[in-house]
């Protein structure tokens, strides 16, 4: 069984919205801390947002998405969602879900789980 998969992205023109979705298998903690992340073409993965589990609830937001993305889980249906609105084209990439990630003090150390990605195009 896939442990994560990703929906909704599409290509769509700068200025305009997606909801990417990610579902989690039944198998999966819907208590766990999980994140979207991305990565561009020739560049390295980076932290989109991150919503603390285990009923914290925390929003993490990397500053180039602060107050135009997001971040949702459904418990009870052990989806992630990502809103994304007043896209740019620096925001075309693979946008990738995880979970259950592992601490070490505040800082997250790995996530248990990924899925495997999902392209969002922005074009000017």
């Known amino acids: 069984q896939v442990p994560l998969v990703e929906s909704g992205g599409d290509s769509v023109q700068a200025g305009g919205s997606l909801k990417l979705s990610c579902q989690a298998s039944t198998s999966i903690s819907n208590r766990c801390t999980m994140a979207w992340y991305r990565q561009a073409s020739g560049k390295e993965r980076e932290m989109v947002s991150i919503?603390?589990?285990?009923?914290?609830?925390?929003?993490t937001y990397a500053d180039s998405v602060k107050g135009r993305f997001t971040i949702s889980h459904d418990e009870e249906k052990n989806t992630l969602f990502l809103q994304m609105s007043s896209l740019k084209t620096e925001d075309t990439a693979m946008y990738s879900c995880?979970?259950?990630?592992?601490?070490?003090?505040?800082?997250?150390?790995?996530?248990?789980?990924w899925g495997q990605g999902t392209q969002v195009t922005v074009s000017s």
């Open positions: 995880a979970t259950c990630a592992s601490y070490t003090g505040d800082k997250i150390t790995r996530f248990e789980y």
């Open positions: 919503i603390r589990g285990q009923g914290d609830g925390t929003k």
